[in-house]
């Protein structure tokens, strides 16, 4: 089968598309191509789910029986928590040391003291994770989204970019930019939809200055932490991300204005 | 608490996950534990202790797509006070590749998400609760 063949074949299939809510945000799935609607292609999907939910039952907040909480307890000692709970500890570790700790998975709480908070951590990291089973499908592209943050695969490089709409953070029923991803991730930190979540760990107080940060990088793991990461340095975060490799950020500031870091086209030149 | 955070970045040689992660995603399907980062691969590593009672540990040299990847950390009284880039990439082709695509297109003013005909939404992130009022239930709904 010709390239071209195979590129109309997946214009004309469409996209079909699955929805599902773990770990407290929906989970979308967009695909296309041989198996957007076979048994396998469900299969896939199926297994994508199955995993955030065992995940979840490790990193949940909210739940009270998860690893995390119990882990926080002191119910269970780090030697009871499965390998997953380390390598989170090590991503956040990294986190905050190039933030200056102004990241943090402990972070001040109302009531001052200091509570575990890994979220910020887990869930670009679940989601790429999670992606796995979909990555396996031939002639499939998909891009799998958990409440805003994906990743997008294409199975050829002619095929079709993934048109990935920047929600205005003044207005949600808006767009600011659209990022069209053949391969990689995108995740955007803001607080439109959830109140003033995300905080400087150093203060404890809310971010201010900056409205949103959308980060495009070849890892979702990588682009939710440096989202989240550059949007806690606030006044900061653009200069924070033109030093970070390898990735392209999108500022969207308080007043409306944008700023874009690490202009990929220069890296090719 | 914090002593358990401690306990995990001190007894565990660091590396430069952040960098490392994706190779280890990709073949995570069909084995429940997937394959951990954690796991030490071959390849020189070390440690000294210096005067002042801090321990310098080296982590071994991890192959990502970026490049190798290499850190100091510096443990004192159990917990990490420095991490030192030993060797860390610049940036290869195919980083160039994937933002070569991922450039924003700013939309005009007025462009509403309806005629920008765009398959996901990424923004702030969206609860369950949320979801409902959400651009990216509209599309999901065009979808289903």
Same mark, same amino acid.
Request: charge should be negative; charged fraction near 20%.
């Given at each position: 089968? !010709?390239? &071209?063949?195979? %590129? ?26 041989? %198996? ?24 949940? $907040? ?75 499908? &031939? ?8 409440? =805003? ?15 990935? =709409? ?22 955007? !930190?803001? $607080?439109? %939809?959830?109140?003033? %979540? ?13 409205? !949103? ?7 979702? $793991?990588?682009? &939710? ?12 975060? !653009? ?15 308080? &007043? ?14 | ?14 590396? #430069? ?19 951990? #980062? ?18 310098? #540990? ?44 991922? @450039? ?30 959400? @651009? ?9």
């Amino acid at each position: 089968m !010709s390239v &071209d063949t195979a %590129h109309q074949q997946l214009a004309a299939a469409g996209t079909s598309r699955y929805v599902d809510h773990c770990m407290g945000i929906p989970i979308s799935l967009a695909i296309r191509g041989r %198996h957007a609607r076979s048994r396998m292609g469900r299969t896939a999907w199926d297994d994508t789910i199955a995993e955030l939910r065992r995940l979840d039952s490790i990193f949940s $907040t909210y739940r009270k029986s998860s690893v995390i909480s119990r882990l926080e307890r002191a119910e269970i000692g780090p030697d009871d928590c499965p390998d997953e709970v380390a390598e989170i500890f090590e991503l956040a570790a990294l986190a905050k040391l190039e933030t200056n700790a102004a990241f943090d998975i402990w972070r001040p709480r109302d009531d001052g003291v200091r509570h575990l908070d890994p979220s910020g951590v887990v869930k670009g990291w679940a989601i790429e994770r999670a992606s796995a089973p979909l990555r396996f499908l &031939d002639d499939t592209a998909f891009c799998l989204s958990g409440g =805003g943050d994906m990743v997008c695969r294409t199975p050829s490089t002619d095929a079709p970019a993934w048109r990935i =709409g920047i929600e205005h953070p003044h207005d949600p029923s808006r767009l600011i930019a659209v990022v069209p991803l053949q391969n990689g991730a995108v995740a955007t !930190s803001g $607080t439109v %939809h959830r109140g003033e %979540h995300l905080v400087d760990a150093r203060s404890g107080r809310p971010v201010v200055g900056v409205a !949103s940060v959308t980060v495009v990088a070849a890892s979702l $793991t990588v682009a &939710d932490i440096d989202a989240t990461s550059a949007y806690v340095m606030g006044a900061d975060a !653009s200069r924070w991300l033109s030093d970070r490799p390898g990735i392209t950020g999108f500022v969207v500031w308080a &007043d409306g204005s944008t700023t874009t870091t690490g202009d990929g086209q220069k890296s090719i030149s | 608490m914090r002593r358990i955070t401690t306990w995990f970045l001190s007894t565990v040689t660091i590396l #430069v996950l952040l960098l490392g992660y994706h190779t280890s995603t990709s073949s995570a399907f069909g084995s429940p534990g997937g394959t951990s #980062v954690l796991s030490r691969p071959a390849g020189e590593s070390g440690q000294s202790q210096s005067s002042s009672g801090a321990r310098v #540990v080296t982590g071994p040299t991890v192959q990502t797509q970026w490049g190798p990847v290499q850190v100091e950390v510096t443990v004192e009284a159990g917990a990490i006070t420095d991490v030192t880039p030993v060797q860390y990439p610049t940036g290869n082709s195919t980083d160039a590749q994937i933002n070569g695509y991922a @450039l924003p297109i700013l939309m005009d003013e007025a462009m509403q998400a309806q005629s920008a005909n765009i398959d996901m939404v990424s923004g702030a992130t969206v609860t369950s609760t949320g979801y409902i009022q959400s @651009l990216q239930a509209a599309l999901d709904q065009v979808g289903l």
